[in-house]
């Protein structure tokens, strides 16, 4: 799994299973630093018109955001839409440790693997609902 994609995943975590997690692991975690504290700011989103059109400012969302710094060099972002600096903390500090083999290891296998899980069925469950409410048209072509 990717960086992007684990990041992606971790961001959409309920920020309770972000905590446990860390509170489980906190003695083994190496030293680190926090460079910048958690912060709640706002940041622009872009939109297209049509998808594919020109870019435009759609406008604003609050994100809330913190940057960490291990001791052996690893920095890492944790960003998340809404007002909640703690769990901007626990991904800055999960981003950190996924560049850590180790931690890498541990991290997949006891909480993106379920997230992952998690995350499809759900896909899987509203493709099934829009299966569902799916309607067939059919034309006619009137010929000359």
């Given at each position: 799994?990717?960086?992007?994609?684990?990041?992606?995943?971790l961001a959409r975590a309920e920020p309770a299973l972000l905590?446990?997690?860390?509170?489980?692991?906190?003695?083994?975690?190496?030293?680190?630093?926090?460079?910048?504290?958690?912060?709640?700011?706002?940041?622009?989103?872009?939109?297209?018109?049509?998808?594919?059109?020109?870019?435009?400012?759609?406008?604003?969302?609050?994100?809330?955001?913190?940057?960490?710094?291990?001791?052996?060099?690893?920095?890492?972002?944790?960003?998340?839409?809404?007002?909640?600096?703690?769990?901007?903390?626990?991904?800055?500090?999960?981003?950190?440790?996924?560049?850590?083999?180790?931690?890498?290891?541990?991290?997949?296998?006891?909480?993106?693997?379920?997230?992952?899980?998690?995350?499809?069925?759900?896909?899987?469950?509203?493709?099934?609902?829009?299966?569902?409410?799916?309607?067939?048209?059919?034309?006619?072509?009137?010929?000359?």
């Amino acid at each position: 799994m990717q960086r992007t994609q684990a990041l992606s995943l971790l961001a959409r975590a309920e920020p309770a299973l972000l905590q446990r997690f860390v509170d489980r692991h906190q003695q083994q975690v190496p030293e680190y630093r926090i460079v910048q504290p958690a912060e709640i700011g706002l940041m622009m989103v872009r939109g297209r018109i049509g998808g594919c059109g020109q870019p435009f400012n759609f406008g604003e969302v609050t994100v809330s955001r913190c940057t960490v710094l291990m001791r052996t060099g690893e920095l890492g972002r944790g960003v998340r839409l809404g007002r909640n600096k703690p769990v901007a903390f626990h991904l800055a500090l999960l981003d950190a440790l996924l560049q850590i083999d180790f931690w890498q290891r541990l991290i997949y296998s006891q909480l993106l693997q379920a997230l992952q899980e998690s995350h499809d069925a759900e896909r899987q469950q509203a493709s099934r609902k829009a299966d569902e409410t799916r309607v067939e048209f059919m034309t006619m072509v009137r010929g000359e």
